[in-house]
């Protein structure tokens, strides 16, 4: 271990399941070193954060380079995920989840300014310009008592460090200034809560990622559904794709769905069976408007993740041949329930079916969850709702319905079949969206099957048919792929049709809610719901936020992106 990382291992704040580290200079080395360090004390929380600060991201090569021999399974770990580094903030997910870095890119001051949480210990790159505005951000990351360590002291940081609030001794400091600190500096900021037990009410994937996020730092979770089995609802999906959004404007949506589509990667890679449950594919989307909807300047970081594709003349591509599109590079199809399942299997985390919650109310320091008879059903210090459009009437008792945003149910039909033989020519390699989709190789037990659609349907509206469902995925898929939809129109009549049918939640600007839904400084009810139709590109994301905000550590986004996640109007 070196003397470096000796000196950042200070005792975490009472309380906090994790430790959290603030680098203003992204080093390799030292993150690795943490990293030993930290794993080898005994006593140390279970999650270790590092948020690091960087003007530009290092090469893979130099980051290669810097790791010894028994660190190179952590730098493997590292440049597997060392891509679309685009400027802002990025959750990298390492060691199984004990290690959270959180890479900020971009202009230092600003950066800081982002942060939601107190440090235990913060790294001062002394080599850097500090003045007194950037110094006031670092002071705004720090609690009493943070650790401060730099390598040398500069006549400028000697004057300006105690103006700031920090008191020095010799290579090093802590956080201790004369003045009275405010509680709460920002109203999004909550006090760390220790773990504890939680009850999370649904068990599709907003409710199984909070399950396992919460699990993975100590707590002790049920999940609680009215239906037998997990992902009942509609992550029973039987397969769906992962992928990006993209705009011009490059809007939140946009940002949002490329950090949960790096969380979710990262979660498949280490909990499912690549080429059964799920499947690096890629995804082609076919920009039917003409619109390539990238942004003018999009960097070379951003192309690695979605970038033109290129035109074929390829027999599937018959009909498309001047129709742009684009290629989403990390996109992937997944089976949800396996990842559901996956998830509830973690330790820490118990299931329970046929399980109706009726209604919420206090009982001292627990939520108590009861039966239709009024009968307890279990009690926790902490609730979440993750139970989709059915929160609002657990809310409605307590008189909080009214703090959330409206949600709506839409239905929705997915169409599918097994492959036969001489569909080769016609189906297209990978995964195609961008009217519908079509998945057109997933293992199941009876063959390899392929999906199309899915329908959007009002579920205030009476019902379309299960035969009218399927007709309109076909017309998409006529649009979509031409070939594809002439080759398998006959698994679309109305006597052969074979597919899947659900409910998703939504909200009215079509992004989850996730957050506490009472005031103060340590609410115990939130909820992380309505993922609509991006429910694999959401569900970790917003597992990560609210499990960060429970135990006030670092955000997995900049705060002014998680604002746009909002639970309630108040936020």
């Excluded at 005994?42 to 991201?57: D, E, I, K, N």
């Excluded at 235990?120 to 009493?144: E, G, H, I, M, P």
């Excluded at 499947?279 to 003018?296: C, F, I, M, Y």
């Excluded at 009215?508 to 609509?532: H, K, Y």
Aim: net charge neutral; glycine share 8%; charged share 20%.
């Amino acid at each position: 271990m070196n003397e470096a990382a000796r000196t950042l291992l200070p005792p975490p704040a009472a309380g906090q399941p994790a430790w959290r580290v603030l680098d203003t200079r992204f080093a390799p080395a030292r993150l690795f070193a943490l990293w030993q360090a930290w794993r080898d004390e005994t006593q140390r929380p279970l999650v270790l954060h590092v948020v690091a600060l960087t003007a530009s991201p290092p090469s893979a090569e130099w980051l290669r380079a810097t790791a010894t021999p028994e660190q190179a399974a952590l730098a493997d770990e590292l440049l597997a995920q060392w891509t679309g580094l685009l400027p802002g903030q990025h959750r990298l997910s390492l060691a199984e989840g004990r290690l959270q870095l959180t890479l900020c890119i971009g202009e230092r001051q600003t950066l800081l300014r982002e942060q939601q949480f107190e440090a235990d210990a913060v790294f001062l790159d002394s080599a850097q310009t500090w003045d007194r505005w950037s110094l006031k951000a670092l002071a705004r990351c720090c609690r009493r008592g943070t650790h401060l360590t730099f390598d040398t002291l500069t006549p400028d940081l000697h004057k300006l460090l105690p103006e700031s609030g920090f008191a020095l001794e010799a290579n090093q400091g802590r956080y201790d200034p004369p003045w009275d600190l405010k509680t709460s500096r920002e109203t999004l900021r909550t006090e760390a809560t220790a773990p504890g037990t939680c009850v999370v009410v649904g068990a599709g994937l907003a409710g199984a990622s909070v399950a396992a996020a919460l699990a993975r730092r100590g707590w002790l979770v049920q999940v609680l559904d009215a239906a037998p089995e997990p992902a009942a609802g509609a992550s029973g999906l039987p397969a769906g794709l992962l992928v990006p959004h993209v705009s011009s404007d490059d809007s939140p949506r946009s940002r949002l769905t490329r950090a949960g589509l790096r969380l979710m990667r990262t979660e498949a890679q280490r909990l499912l069976q690549a080429g059964l449950d799920w499947a690096a594919s890629g995804v082609l989307e076919q920009r039917l408007d003409g619109n390539t909807g990238l942004p003018a300047h999009w960097p070379a970081e951003g192309q690695q993740i979605t970038h033109l594709a290129p035109t074929g003349t390829e027999p599937w591509r018959t009909g498309m041949a001047t129709v742009p599109a684009l290629w989403h590079e990390q996109a992937a199809w997944i089976k949800p329930a396996r990842l559901v399942q996956a998830w509830l299997k973690q330790h820490g985390v118990t299931f329970r079916g046929n399980t109706k919650v009726e209604r919420l109310q206090r009982a001292g320091t627990l939520w108590q969850l009861l039966d239709r008879e009024g009968k307890l059903l279990t009690s926790a210090s902490h609730v979440v709702l993750a139970n989709a459009a059915d929160a609002p009437r657990l809310l409605a008792s307590l008189g909080l319905a009214t703090q959330l945003p409206a949600l709506q149910e839409m239905r929705g039909v997915m169409s599918s079949g097994l492959r036969q033989p001489g569909d080769e020519a016609a189906l297209p390699p990978v995964p195609v969206n961008g009217l519908g989709s079509l998945i057109p190789a997933v293992p199941t037990d009876d063959g390899l099957a392929w999906y199309a659609g899915a329908t959007y349907e009002d579920a205030t509206q009476p019902p379309a048919t299960a035969s009218e469902h399927h007709g309109t995925n076909l017309d998409k898929l006529r649009t979509l792929l031409p070939a594809a939809a002439q080759a398998l129109a006959p698994s679309f009549a109305p006597d052969t049709a074979r597919g899947w049918g659900g409910t998703r939640c939504v909200s009215a600007d079509r992004l989850p809610l996730v957050g506490p839904l009472e005031e103060g400084l340590q609410p115990t009810l939130w909820i992380s719901a309505a993922m609509g139709s991006r429910g694999l590109s959401f569900a970790m994301l917003c597992a990560e936020l609210l499990a960060s905000r429970l135990g006030a550590e670092p955000w997995p986004v900049e705060a002014s992106l998680a604002r746009a996640l909002h639970a309630r109007r108040a936020d």
